[in-house]
C-alpha cells in the first residue's frame, strides 16, 4: 500500500474510489449532514436519498458504495460511530473498514479528503497518520501460502484542499514517519504469521542476522552449545524437547544521539507451545505458533528503531525455543538453573515463557545495564481471561516508564491496562526446593504471579512488563469484533507502541 499526500480536490481527483466519514444518526437531531453536501452533489442526490430511506446509519464498519452518475468512479461512505467519540482510533478503524470492505471490488486507488475527516479532536497530523495505519494495516493480509488472492486498494491518496495546503510540508514528514513504522509492522506480521515448521528459533536468528545486515546492527546468537556454556538453563530446559535448538539472540541498535538513554527490549519466541509433558488440550494449541510474538515484534521494534533512527540505544532481546513434549523433554519436577544463578522449581512445562525469559531478562540486565527493560510475551491465559483479547497487561515497577507506555498506548491506539503487583503475588512464586517456582499451587491472579516471577530476574532495573496474549494475535472467532485493522493472525502488537515510546523517550 503507497499512501501519498496529494494537493489537488479528492472529488474531483482521478482515484477509482473517494471516502467520505459518516456519523451515526442520532433521533434528536437526524437532519441529512451537512458535510455530505458535496456527496450528495457529486452522486446528483443518491446520497440524499439513501440517507433519507435510512440506509446509511454511520455505524462502524457501515460501507455504502455509490457508483457516481458523472462517471469519475466511486463515492464510498464509510460509518465512524459517534461523532462525540470521533477520535484519531474510530478515523484508524474506519480507513481499514474501507480498504478492507474494498476488497476484491476492483478499486485500486483511493482518496480521502484530509478536510472533510479533520474534525474535533482529530488534528490534521494525527488523521494523517490514522489514516496511514487503516489503509496500511487494514489492508494487511497474509498472502505468503495462497495460491490466489483477491485485488486490493494499493495506492491511498490524502488530498489537503486549500484549508491544509500550507501544512503541507509538516503533514509529508508524518506521513513519511507513519508509512515507515507501517510498513515495519506488515514486515513484523509476515514472520509472525510464519508457521512453526518454518519459523523456527534458528529461522528466527536468521531473520535477525538479515535485519542486522540491512541496517547494520550489531547481531549476537547464542546457540545451545554456546547457551550451555552460558548457563542458561531456562532456554535450554524448554528447548530440550524439540529438534530445533533454542537461541537467545540480540540486537544493538546504537542510538540516535550520543548521551541518550539504553532501553533493551526482551520478547518471549516460543515457536510453538505445545505445553509440554504438560500437554495442552487441542483446542488450546490451535493458535501456539502465535506464542513468538512478543519475540517477532521485539524484531520488529528494532527494524522501527533503526529506520527512523530513533534517540535512545535499544538492546532487542529474543528468547526463541519451541515447547514440545518428547524424551528430552524437561519435565514437572525439575529444578533449573538459570544464567542468573538463580534455580527454577518447573512444576508445569507449560508455564515455559516465564522459564525461557529469566534467561534474556537476567543477561541483558547484567550485561548491558540498561536503564530501562520492557518485556513482551504471550505469557498467560489469565490475561486474556482479566482483560480481553484487545488489549495488554502493563506491570511495571517503575512510574515514569509505566506512563509513558500508557502515552504513548493513547495515540497508537494499542491498548495497555496497568495492573498491580504486590507482595502476595510474589510469595505466591517462592519455591520450597529452589528460589522459585514456575507455577502457583493456588490459580488466582495468573497474570501478575507470572509477572513475579520475571521480576525476580531484572534486579533492581526499571522494568516494564507487557502480557500481550491477548492481542498479539486474531482467530476467525475474535476477529469479527476486532476493528478491521487486526488481520486474521498476529497483529505485531506492541510494534507501533514501543516504537512511539522510544520516539518519544528523549522528551520526557
Ligand atoms: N503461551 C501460553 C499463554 C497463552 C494462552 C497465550 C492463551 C496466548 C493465548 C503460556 O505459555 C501458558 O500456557 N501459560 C499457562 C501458565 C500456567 C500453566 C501457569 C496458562 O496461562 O495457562
Ligand atoms: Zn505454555
Ligand atoms: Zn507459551
Not at 14 to 22: F, K, N, R
Not at 167 to 190: F, G
Request: charged share 25%.
Amino acid at each position: 500500500m503507497k499512501v501519498e499526500i496529494d494537493r489537488r480536490d479528492g472529488l474531483t481527483a482521478a482515484a477509482d474510489a473517494v471516502v467520505s466519514l459518516v456519523f451515526e444518526r442520532s433521533e434528536k437531531d437526524d437532519t441529512f449532514p451537512h458535510a455530505l453536501a458535496r456527496e450528495d452533489e457529486a452522486t446528483k442526490g443518491l446520497v440524499r436519498a439513501a440517507w433519507d430511506k435510512k440506509e446509511i446509519r454511520g455505524k462502524p464498519k457501515e460501507l455504502t458504495v455509490f457508483h457516481r452518475p458523472d462517471g469519475r468512479g466511486r463515492l464510498v461512505l464509510i460509518g465512524v460511530g459517534p461523532r462525540s467519540k470521533y477520535d484519531p482510533e474510530a478515523l484508524r478503524r474506519a480507513i481499514a473498514s474501507v480498504v478492507r470492505g474494498l476488497r476484491g471490488k476492483g478499486v485500486r486507488t483511493l482518496a480521502v479528503r484530509l478536510p472533510s475527516v479533520v474534525v474535533e479532536p482529530v488534528t490534521s497530523e494525527s488523521a494523517i497518520r490514522a489514516i496511514t495505519d487503516g489503509a496500511v494495516l487494514g489492508v494487511y493480509e497474509f498472502v505468503k501460502y495462497k495460491t490466489k488472492t483477491e485485488g486490493n486498494v494499493e495506492e491511498t491518496s490524502i488530498h489537503l484542499g486549500d484549508e491544509f495546503a500550507r501544512e503541507e510540508a509538516a503533514l509529508k514528514k508524518a506521513l513519511a514517519e507513519q508509512s515507515s513504522i507501517d510498513d515495519t509492522v506488515v514486515w513484523t506480521r509476515d514472520i509472525g504469521n510464519l508457521p512453526a515448521d518454518t519459523a523456527t528459533p534458528e529461522r528466527l536468528a536468521e531473520e535477525a542476522r538479515a535485519l542486522g545486515k540491512e541496517f547494520g546492527l550489531k547481531v549476537t546468537v547464542f546457540d545451545e552449545k554456546k547457551l550451555a556454556e552460558m548457563h542458561c538453563g531456562g532456554l535450554l530446559a524448554v528447548g530440550g524437547g524439540s529438534t530445533h535448538p533454542p537461541r537467545m539472540i540480540l540486537l544493538e541498535y546504537p542510538g540516535g544521539s550520543k548521551r541518550g538513554k539504553t532501553i533493551a527490549v526482551v520478547g518471549k519466541g516460543i515457536t510453538f507451545d505445545s505445553g509440554g509433558i504438560s500437554i495442552k488440550p487441542s483446542a488450546s494449541m490451535a493458535h501456539m505458533k502465535f506464542d513468538k510474538s512478543g519475540a517477532v515484534a521485539v524484531l520488529g521494534i528494532l527494524r522501527a528503531a533503526a529506520t527512523l533512527k530513533v534517540p535512545p540505544r535499544v538492546i532487542g532481546v529474543l528468547c526463541a525455543a519451541e515447547n514440545l513434549p518428547s524424551g528430552s523433554a524437561y519435565r514437572p519436577g525439575d529444578i533449573v538453573r538459570t544464567y542468573s544463578g538463580k534455580t527454577i522449581e518447573v512444576l508445569n512445562t507449560d508455564a515455559e515463557g516465564r522459564v525461557v525469559l529469566s534467561d534474556g531478562l537476567s543477561y541483558v540486565t547484567q550485561q548491558y545495564k540498561p536503564d530501562e527493560v520492557i518485556d513482551l510475551a504471550t505469557l498467560t491465559g489469565a490475561e486474556v481471561v482479566a482483560l480481553g483479547d484487545n488489549t495488554a497487561g502493563l506491570v511495571s515497577t517503575d512510574e515514569r516508564l509505566a506512563q509513558g507506555l500508557l502515552a504513548a498506548s493513547a495515540v497508537t491506539g494499542e491498548p495497555i491496562w496497568r495492573m498491580p503487583l504486590t507482595d502476595y503475588h510474589r510469595e505466591l512464586v517462592k519455591s520450597d526446593v529452589g528460589d522459585v517456582r514456575n507455577s502457583t499451587e493456588i490459580p488466582p491472579a495468573g497474570m501478575l504471579t507470572a509477572a513475579a516471577f520475571l521480576e525476580t530476574f531484572v534486579g533492581t532495573t526499571p522494568w516494564a512488563h507487557l502480557d500481550i496474549a491477548g492481542p498479539a494475535y486474531t482467530s476467525l472467532t475474535t476477529y469479527k469484533y476486532q476493528p478491521s485493522y487486526q488481520n486474521l493472525g498476529m497483529t505485531a502488537f506492541g510494534v507501533r507502541l514501543i516504537t512511539r515510546y522510544l520516539l518519544d523517550s528523549a522528551r520526557a
